[in-house]
């Protein structure tokens, strides 16, 4: 008999039956669990500016294409999440697909990178990052692939070196920072960030993981937690979970002037919408990005929400723009099956269409 809740003493008792065993399974699968390391592609350090590192990696066969795929990654997070694990690896997709990738890793900033500008990391790292490929492959430009706020500055690179990038691809980047979705914009509109960084300096990493959780509180808090008793007799599935959770939790801090400039100029100004955005003295217009571009947005995006992302459309100056939605969310876009199976062919098929 059900009771008012809509479920039965049976119910109950199968569901308490059920977490028993899966508590008592756990007993014998968690000392089995081993550490758990990400990355599942061999990568060679090829170009470094003091803590940034240009890597390429290396497939198990030699790439087929001829002009280098570079991967811009955010600030906020370290750049694995797009070679995580062997079943989980845009970069495996794309190498297996015959592309010839690279990825910046920004590092781990400390107090000496206090006062480092939007400039340096745009106008020098991916700068310098790109003049290496241009000179180690002959090509007067290399295809450029920006994420989330790697593709912020993405597109601020290809603004301001327009004859640099060949193709650009924008996956999950903010362009509208003023959407009514979008709540990190709401949060950080009236923060006073001048007085922020005076007292913070560099920005914890903690804190900004907060920021992020809070953003679904119980989703992320709270459920995934609940949810992981379903899966302690799956060792499988545990290494899994708890190399998610070291990627969440291995975050940098972010060098506090830089972080200042990104708030004021794209949050709160919002300017790739209104302008106003300066990189080292100069405008960034995104008028001027001409090269082709395919912009990846996720349907269900809770950190940048697919208007924030298909405004591009309607500031970028080229005539050939494309644009690929998917349906998942911000990181099921990098680890999913339904991503492994999608993205990386998208990716390589547009490319191939403007290999010229």
Request: glycine share 8%; net charge negative; with cysteine.
């Amino acid at each position: 008999m059900n009771g008012p809740l809509n479920f039965s003493a049976e119910a109950l008792a199968q569901e308490a039956t059920t977490l028993t065993q899966k508590l008592s399974a756990g007993l014998h699968t968690l000392p089995e669990v081993d550490d758990v390391h990400y990355g599942a592609t061999p990568k060679q350090e090829v170009w470094r500016d003091g803590k940034v590192v240009l890597y390429r990696f290396v497939g198990e066969k030699a790439p087929t294409a001829k002009v280098p795929l570079l991967i811009v990654y955010a600030l906020v997070n370290r750049p694995y999440m797009v070679d995580l694990q062997h079943d989980r690896s845009l970069v495996k997709g794309l190498l297996a697909q015959g592309e010839d990738v690279y990825v910046i890793d920004w590092g781990y900033p400390d107090r000496s990178d206090r006062f480092l500008e939007l400039d340096d990391y745009i106008n020098r790292f991916i700068d310098g990052a790109v003049d290496h490929l241009r000179d180690s492959s002959g090509r007067d430009a290399v295809n450029v692939l920006g994420i989330c706020q790697g593709g912020a500055f993405s597109l601020c690179y290809a603004s301001l070196h327009p004859e640099k990038v060949k193709n650009l691809i924008t996956m999950v980047t903010p362009v509208d920072f003023h959407t009514p979705d979008n709540m990190l914009s709401h949060w950080t509109r009236e923060l006073d960030v001048d007085l922020f960084v005076e007292a913070l300096g560099n920005v914890p990493a903690d804190m900004m993981n907060a920021c992020y959780l809070m953003l679904k509180p119980f989703r992320l808090n709270l459920q995934k937690y609940v949810g992981l008793v379903d899966i302690l007799d799956d060792k499988r599935a545990i290494e899994d979970f708890l190399r998610m959770e070291k990627w969440i939790f291995d975050s940098p801090d972010l060098a506090g002037e830089a972080f200042k400039q990104f708030i004021t100029q794209f949050y709160q100004r919002n300017g790739f919408i209104k302008g106003g955005i300066q990189i080292g003295g100069e405008a960034v217009d995104l008028g001027f990005v001409d090269m082709p571009v395919l912009n990846i947005y996720a349907e269900q995006d809770h950190l940048v929400p697919p208007d924030a992302s298909r405004a591009l459309k309607d500031v970028v100056g080229t005539a050939d723009y494309t644009e690929l939605s998917f349906k998942g969310g911000h990181i099921g876009i990098y680890v999913s099956s339904r991503a492994q199976r999608e993205v990386p062919a998208a990716i390589h098929h547009w490319l191939g269409q403007r290999a010229r």
